[in-house]
């Protein structure tokens, strides 16, 4: 016998919730084929088989809460029945047809009352497209809540999840000097839609305020000239890619400079522990990427020992998987410093804010054509502004200014980065 368990899920996550089991009690199953789907406040995460057998035995049910390192199933030796094929809908196929034998089974009533939270309601049993998972379903019913209540959940099909019942049972109750009024929200306007914000929406809502409400924030700025950047890409472009099977992109200009003024700058790539400031003799650069369910930050770890295509196939690698819901939650955790590329989508400033605990996070912007003074005269040049959001607790302004002059010199002047100055 074989043990299922919670892998580890990642930096300050403890807990998920079983979004789906995707092999039956008794179904075969390969080495490495996935098994089960958890479902985290950051992403969804599958368990594959740690090696080839029969599922024995489900110990954690769709919707339960589980910690890492807890039980989720067996397997046992051999060869059980192959997966079964999912059955045409009976009510699609003959719609007028009753059993014909056994017990009636009563489906049950929709809920038409209001029901107050959280307590002193009878428990209530949802039909609508938003049915609560099995964990979700016992604690509603614990609460006295309603389906209607809560809304779409986070959970596959908008089903609702015991994170969902929780954040519900968070939010402040009316006063109780004014009993007559209601707790809800008010009521939807014409041209109005009300959308229940997903667990990982509501995941980054938190930890952006936390950023605010800790860090003494501070954002310099500064311009980059283009020019040299972009002929040296349109130069070696179709080299480069026809060498290492991918395109050479302005971002690796970037990474590769932060990687440089980080080495200059330590304390850039630090972060506070206590009462205590912990250097780092590595640089793990978060490239911000967005996808279907928000923004992520997954990690380039090592960056300092990459090269230009090292950089560009793993940040084109990670932008793919994003897109495709499949970023393994590892791939988020341990970064010491953000870059943010507001560009893509036409931003020509922002003021990034910093993804804790880490002490910097430099923004990209459009790269827009003015008018610049040359050597006295005026010419046109592409220009990007940069910025550079830092902890002034840890890092000084001397030493912020000065590092995003650094990261200009180097993409104004690549030559700088292989030569290591």
């Known amino acids: 016998m074989t043990e299922i368990l919670v892998p580890t899920l990642g930096e300050s996550v403890t807990t998920a919730t079983v979004a789906r089991w995707l092999k039956k009690v008794g179904e075969s199953v390969a080495a490495d084929e996935p098994l089960v789907e958890l479902e985290t406040d950051k992403v969804t ?61 009563e489906e049950p009533k929709p809920v038409t009352g209001p029901v107050s939270r959280p307590g002193g309601a009878e428990p209530t049993t949802a039909t609508s497209a938003h049915a609560p998972l099995p964990a979700a379903a016992k604690m509603m019913a614990e609460k006295g809540v309603s389906a209607d209540q809560i809304g779409a959940g986070s959970a596959k099909d908008g089903r609702i999840a015991k994170g969902d019942v929780l954040d519900f049972l968070a939010r402040p109750a009316a006063p109780s000097a004014a009993p007559a009024a209601k707790a809800a929200p008010r009521a939807a306007e014409a041209g109005e839609e009300r959308v229940k914000m997903t667990r990982l929406r509501l995941t980054i809502a938190r930890r952006l305020k936390e950023a605010q409400n800790t860090a003494a924030m501070l954002t310099t700025f500064n311009e980059v000239d283009m020019s040299n950047a972009m002929a040296l890409r349109a130069e070696y472009k179709d080299a480069f890619e026809k060498k290492h099977g991918v395109k050479l992109g302005f971002m690796s200009f970037f990474v590769k400079a932060c990687v440089a003024a980080l080495q200059e700058f330590p304390a850039v790539n630090a972060e506070i522990s206590g009462d205590e400031i912990v250097y780092k003799q590595f640089v793990n650069m978060g490239i911000a990427v967005g996808g279907p369910s928000g923004l992520v930050v997954p990690v380039l770890r090592n960056v300092q020992d990459m090269s230009f295509a090292d950089v560009e196939k793993t940040i084109g690698d990670f932008g793919k998987r994003v897109r495709a819901g499949q970023l393994k939650l590892e791939e988020m955790a341990g970064g010491s410093f953000t870059i943010t590329n507001g560009g893509i989508y036409g931003s020509l400033m922002s003021t990034p804010i910093l993804n804790p605990p880490q002490s910097g996070i430099l923004g990209m912007h459009a790269i827009k054509e003015r008018a610049m003074v040359v050597g006295g005269k005026i010419e046109i040049r592409p220009m990007m502004y940069i910025a550079l959001s830092y902890d002034h607790r840890i890092v000084d302004g001397k030493e912020a200014v000065s590092f995003l002059v650094r990261v200009k010199e180097s993409v104004e002047d690549a030559r700088r980065l292989l030569l290591g100055l």
């Open 45 to 105: 995460v599958e368990v594959n088989a740690p090696s080839a057998g029969t599922v024995e035995s489900i110990s954690a049910d769709e919707g339960a809460e589980v910690e890492v390192g807890g039980l989720l199933g067996t397997l046992g030796a051999g060869a059980g029945a192959p997966a079964a094929k999912p059955a045409a809908p009976a009510a699609a196929a003959t719609p007028a047809a009753a059993p014909a034998s056994g017990p009636k089974v």
